[in-house]
């Protein structure tokens, strides 16, 4: 089996992730587990050998037992934040991510089987741009009201609040 992109590097860590942006009527589907105060993009680490469009056709099928296309890129973004996970935790981690839009099948009906790497099981939750639940990437809430054709680079930067 291939490795996931996620490296050691000096004291932290660097992930090569993807996520998708599945939007059926007006709402997005994300992912949340029971360890967590928060949800976030379908989508995972990109395997070694892959691409990152092979990677988010896989992450979808794994996590929501159905195979979509990818429609295009949307986003990359860079981010520096701090693990919560527990072999992560408080370990800074630079990771850098593509997200695409998935082309969504009309009568989709995802179903969530998968668990974190602590064993956590996750679940999947359709949600409405201005639902207060803490989303990450963040920009998700503002970007996905009007989505644009273009592929935006966004950088988000824990250690800012650090200092």
Known sequence: MKKDMCVPCDDGILNIRTGAIIM?????LMVGNDRNDYLYSVGGRIKFGETAEEAIVRE?????????????LGFVHENYFYGDAPS???????????????????????????????????????ISLDD????YPEFFRSELRHPEKTVKHFVNDERKNKE
């Open 132 to 135: 207060e639940t803490k989303i």
């Open 24 to 28: 059926k009527d007006g709402k997005i």
């Open 60 to 72: 979808v099928f794994e996590e929501t037992g159905v195979k979509m296309e990818v429609d295009r």
């Open 88 to 126: 992560n935790f408080g370990k800074l981690i630079y990771e850098i991510s593509f997200f695409f839009y998935m082309k969504v099948p009309d009568d989709l009906s995802p179903v969530s089987e998968s668990f974190t790497e602590d064993n956590s099981r996750e679940f999947l939750r359709w």
